[in-house]
């Protein structure tokens, strides 16, 4: 890996540690008739203990999904630098759905061994498979069966888009990112603060949550000399405000905030890239990020209901023992299934791509693109 992106590499252990946290500790004590519905089993109806309130107050499921958001946008034009765009997109199907698709089967069978085990109701459609593992659940109307797949529903959209205006992105630059991520964000910012405006946006999700990705591929075009350090702060500051306001008033403030820090923090590690050496524990947890944040929610549930109301364990046991299992399910997941896929993709990207070169990087500018 080259050592300027090593920061993004440790970046995805950290936002791996966020959604752990924010579902296997708070999610879990604060929904949990969610917990329940999702793991055929019973609601504990347990308060959660004061530290969990305390910790409820920050977001941080949405922290880490916003730092997942802008390493793609980051390192998604990086493919692309080497591969056509029907050579990136073969590359990213083979990177998405055979993991993805390992990882809801697998759910769908240790949620059908929870419903035998609790005794309850098997209830999910055949519908709602096949649309979840087209990743299309949000346009056929079903509901998600493993709580997480909204974001790659979004990260397939987002590699669609980057393929199609990379030339446009190459020629006009920040300019081609900051309109996009801030056209539809405003939008939806102002028909929320006005009713009697409306632009027809109903998709609130898409048209905030892509264009928070572009924001990372404003890192990646400064990475490249090909817009100065300044312009990167100031055209990302704009972006994240309209975004930002958009989430506020359309989701929530909570998740606003969360995707500001991850800007933030984003922003503070990319200045600093140079002077980050290899971890070798977040370089591990980025290893199997992509496994671990399709297997942690259902997995985590499911164990952690067994341990404490089948077994009658403690938390601290059970919510180690679900941090494991997950963990476990990944790493397998991982070696079975993903780098065997990912090489795959490359040799048939290869072959489709022969003869077909990628597109140029813009030149660089002078020196004082560092500024």
């Not at 995805?12 to 540690?17: F, Y």
């Not at 708070?26 to 793991?39: E, G, R, S």
């Not at 035998?116 to 346009?139: G, K, M, P």
Request: glycine residues 6%.
């Amino acid at each position: 890996m080259q050592p300027k992106i090593v920061f993004a590499d440790h970046l995805r252990g950290i936002a791996a540690i966020m959604v752990l946290v924010a579902h296997a500790v708070i999610l879990y004590w604060t929904q949990p008739d969610l917990v329940a519905y999702y793991t055929f089993s019973v609601s504990s109806g347990v308060q959660p203990p004061t530290v969990v309130r305390w910790l409820s107050g920050f977001d941080f499921g949405s922290f880490g999904v916003g730092l997942f958001f802008l390493i793609s946008g980051f390192v998604i034009p990086i493919s692309l630098e080497r591969l056509t765009p029907s050579r990136f997109l073969i590359a990213r199907v083979l990177r998405i759905w055979p993991t993805y698709l390992a990882a809801l089967a697998t759910g769908l069978a240790i949620r059908y061994v929870s419903s035998c085990y609790w005794h309850t109701r098997f209830h999910v459609e055949i519908s709602d498979i096949f649309a979840n593992a087209l990743l299309a659940q949000d346009f056929f109307g079903s509901a998600s069966l493993d709580l997480v797949n909204w974001t790659l529903s979004l990260e397939v959209q987002f590699y669609i888009l980057v393929a199609l205006i990379y030339p446009a992105l190459l020629i006009y630059r920040e300019r081609v990112v900051v309109y996009a991520a801030c056209i539809l964000p405003i939008m939806l910012a102002t028909q929320a603060m006005l009713p009697f405006v409306h632009f027809g946006l109903v998709a609130v999700r898409p048209a905030a949550c892509l264009p928070f990705m572009l924001i990372g591929t404003l890192f990646y075009l400064q990475m490249k000399g090909i817009i100065t350090r300044r312009s990167m702060i100031s055209n990302g500051l704009f972006s994240v405000l309209a975004i930002v306001i958009s989430l506020a008033k359309c989701i929530n403030p909570a998740m606003s905030v969360s995707y500001a820090m991850a800007f933030g923090t984003f922003l503070a590690l990319f200045l600093v890239r140079g002077h980050i050496g290899r971890n070798r524990v977040l370089a591990a947890l980025s290893a199997i990020s992509y496994p671990l944040y399709l297997v942690h929610s259902v997995t985590g549930y499911i164990v952690l209901q067994f341990m404490r109301l089948g077994l009658g364990a403690s938390y601290i046991t059970a919510v180690a023992a679900a941090i494991a299992a997950s963990l476990v399910l990944a790493t397998l997941l991982h070696f079975a299934i993903e780098r065997p896929s990912m090489a795959l993709g490359r040799r048939l990207s290869s072959i489709v791509g022969a003869g077909s070169p990628s597109l140029p990087l813009a030149p660089a500018l002078s020196s004082g693109a560092s500024r």
